[in-house]
């Protein structure tokens, strides 16, 4: 939702990595900063109202970002996805940094915008698309945010590195780094930063987006 500077690139970045894309816009005339190659859907109306979004296939989508130029507008459409339609991976670009830290508590991933990528948002959308933060010199190293799937929440971190094999290096939560603590347990809104050897990160990405194993 949103085709200004931001969901233009983020819709050609997903389009041209071969995803199936649709943007919607209250203005129609913004959809020509998608460009003449872009091959996606486009629906014009408001990104939060039902008969819009159904318009645009939210019944069958895998993720959703709302990256319009509104706070209310962005976390209102993020929550009728998730919560109307059960959109599982939802990401909101918020430009207030002290709202964001609210929505987490909803369970819906913000961007502030001082410190958007497009990277950072398509981590939060796509789980197969963790990319790493840091690298070793020797480049086997990374430190990498690797999405979570919900019925990890409530278990201990310490479960975590041991069914993935990798180590939770922090944790942002509701806005801020913390450092692991041996009786942290994830929380809902939880990003978790995990430090593993390169060559594991698509392994671990794998195990990290499906439930975990019974105690």
């Not at 915008?113 to 840091?134: C, F, H, N, S, Y």
């Not at 278990?155 to 801020?176: F, H, I, K, N, P």
Request: aromatic fraction near 6%; include cysteine.
């Amino acid at each position: 939702m949103g085709c200004g500077r931001v969901g233009s690139a983020l819709a050609r970045t997903l389009g041209r990595s071969g995803h199936d894309v649709a943007v919607i816009d209250v203005d129609a005339a913004a959809f020509r900063r998608l460009g003449t190659e872009f091959e996606g859907e486009t629906v014009t109306g408001i990104g939060f109202d039902r008969d819009t979004l159904i318009a645009a296939g939210i019944k069958g989508a895998y993720a959703f970002a709302a990256v319009s130029s509104g706070d209310n507008s962005n976390i209102l459409a993020a929550r009728v996805a998730r919560e109307t339609f059960g959109v599982e991976h939802v990401a909101a670009r918020i430009y207030d940094p002290r709202r964001a830290m609210v929505y987490q508590r909803l369970g819906i991933p913000t961007v502030a915008t001082v410190k958007w990528t497009a990277d950072q948002m398509i981590q939060r959308l796509l789980p197969q698309g963790a990319m790493p933060e840091l690298t070793d010199p020797s480049g086997k190293i990374v430190i990498a945010e690797v999405p979570i799937h919900p019925a990890w929440i409530g278990r201990a971190l310490t479960d975590l590195e041991q069914q993935t094999g990798s180590r939770v290096a922090y944790v942002t939560r509701l806005g801020e780094g913390s450092l692991p603590k041996p009786d942290m347990v994830v929380q809902q809104g939880d990003l978790m930063h995990l430090a593993l050897r390169r060559d594991e990160l698509a392994r671990v990405e794998r195990l990290c987006d499906q439930a975990p194993a019974a105690h």
